[in-house]
């Protein structure tokens, strides 16, 4: 039996991971706020920390230790550094849970184009960074950190935009919503591209990625990017509308996939390690028609 650790956990993806984990029988500790029932009842152990607190790390831990840490919930450099600091000695393997916005805005991006070895940070707490270059500093940051100070053998998972039925934030709908109702959607620059998957297939890849050796960063999703002009074409094919798109966004129309470039990503070497995923169509097709109802 594996103890495991996992920071976070008990939103979205993560809290699928949690199950996963749970259903292979492993020993899973959960290390939260505890500000919310995770629902996972005795299924799971706690610890309270708060990741902008190092000392409430350092107790949380103390005389602990685990055979692989999942981190789901880190924002920051200070974050980072800090949980490197606190499980010195105490873990073996560290998978953590980044996203394809480390890589400048592009498309199909390899995980050697951006290394974390070479990355120069500064620590920050989680205030320190702002909108959407702040959060693609705070994650380069954090694998950085992870990297270059680890104690234990990392992973870097890079997800790109993570969707599902229960997705939480709710811009696929956003989309599906405003088309089927013939209201127009902002986008400015409709040819960026973006990568996706299911939430399922992020869920099913970090817990296959923890039953491995692998270490680096890695880059998981559907192969094919699309561009925000083929997925609104794509929504207003199967909920019979035409899509209503203007130049202008607006807090009311504005896409929330509307950023300020492409971002896609190459999985390649994902798969070349023998992990499959599911088209960008079987991903988006069925979550159209169910958002649709």
Not at 57 to 86: H, I, N, P, R
Not at 129 to 140: I, M, P, S, T, V
Not at 157 to 174: A, H, N
Not at 199 to 206: G, P, R, T
Request: hydrophobic fraction near 35%.
């Amino acid at each position: 039996m594996r103890e495991i650790l996992v920071l976070g956990g008990t939103k979205y993806f993560g809290r699928k991971l949690v199950q996963r984990l749970i259903e292979n029988a492993d020993r899973v500790t959960l290390a939260t706020r505890g500000s919310h029932d995770d629902g996972f009842g005795k299924q799971v152990e706690r610890l309270k920390i708060d990741r902008e607190d190092k000392y409430s790390m350092m107790t949380a831990f103390e005389g602990k230790s685990w055979d692989l840490v999942y981190d789901q919930s880190c924002l920051a450099s200070q974050e980072a550094w800090d949980a490197a600091v606190t499980l010195k000695g105490k873990c073996s393997r560290y998978i953590f849970t980044s996203t394809q916005a480390v890589y400048e805005y592009g498309t199909n991006h390899r995980e050697e184009s951006f290394n974390p070895m070479s990355f120069t940070y500064q620590l920050k707490k989680r205030s320190g960074y702002q909108g959407y270059e702040g959060y693609q500093e705070a994650k380069r940051a954090a694998e950085a950190v992870l990297f270059q100070h680890g104690s234990f053998k990392t992973a870097a998972v890079r997800m790109p935009i993570v969707v599902s039925e229960d997705d939480y934030t709710e811009r696929l709908k956003f989309h599906v919503d405003r088309i089927k109702q013939s209201k127009p959607i902002g986008m400015a620059h409709l040819e960026f591209r973006y990568s996706f998957i299911h939430a399922e297939e992020a869920a099913d890849f970090l817990f296959e990625v923890g039953k491995s050796d692998f270490a680096g960063g890695i880059n998981p999703g559907c192969s094919e990017d699309i561009s925000l002009d083929e997925l609104v074409q794509k929504i207003g094919r199967i909920v019979e509308r035409k899509p209503l798109i203007e130049s202008n966004q607006t807090d009311d129309n504005g896409s929330p996939y509307a950023l300020p470039g492409s971002w896609s990503i190459d999985t390649v070497k994902a798969r070349s390690l023998g992990y499959r995923f599911s088209s960008l169509h079987e991903v988006l097709d069925p979550l159209i028609r169910f958002f649709q109802k």
